[in-house]
Nanobody
């Protein structure tokens, strides 16, 4: 089983920046996708960004393209999400997830392991 621990997040003004991190530990497969999802109150969980070991599979939610950048440090088993030009609609709890395949998908049902989430709040 894979354990995921998020850190970072917090509060920012619109137009500001935040970074969240997710460290994976435990029984890590040789190839696995790590992804960020977010969920705002009353809304479904949506895939924000995903990246595999090699960075060859990477996706972004349309509304964050050009503003958010996902990166991964395989030596540290850590996934990052740099969030720039934040908007109030980015306010949500951000979750890290992992699946034991190199292909990243946007469907949360495809992910086996989840972190506890970290809150991101953007004020106008």
């Amino acid at each position: 089983q894979v354990q995921l621990v998020e850190s970072g997040g917090g509060s920012a003004q619109a137009g500001g920046s935040l970074r969240v991190s997710c460290e994976a530990s435990g029984k890590l497969p040789s190839l696995y996708c790590m992804a960020w999802f977010r969920q705002a109150p009353g809304k479904e969980r949506e895939g924000v960004a995903g990246i595999n070991n090699f960075g060859s599979t990477r996706y972004y939610l349309d509304s964050v393209k050009g503003r958010f950048t996902a990166s991964r440090d395989n030596a540290k088993n850590t996934l990052y999400l740099q969030m720039n030009s934040l908007k109030p609609e980015d306010t949500a709890k951000y979750y890290c997830a992992a699946r034991p395949y190199s292909l990243c998908t946007r469907d949360p049902m495809n992910y086996d392991d989840w972190g506890q989430g970290t809150q991101v709040t953007v004020s106008s």
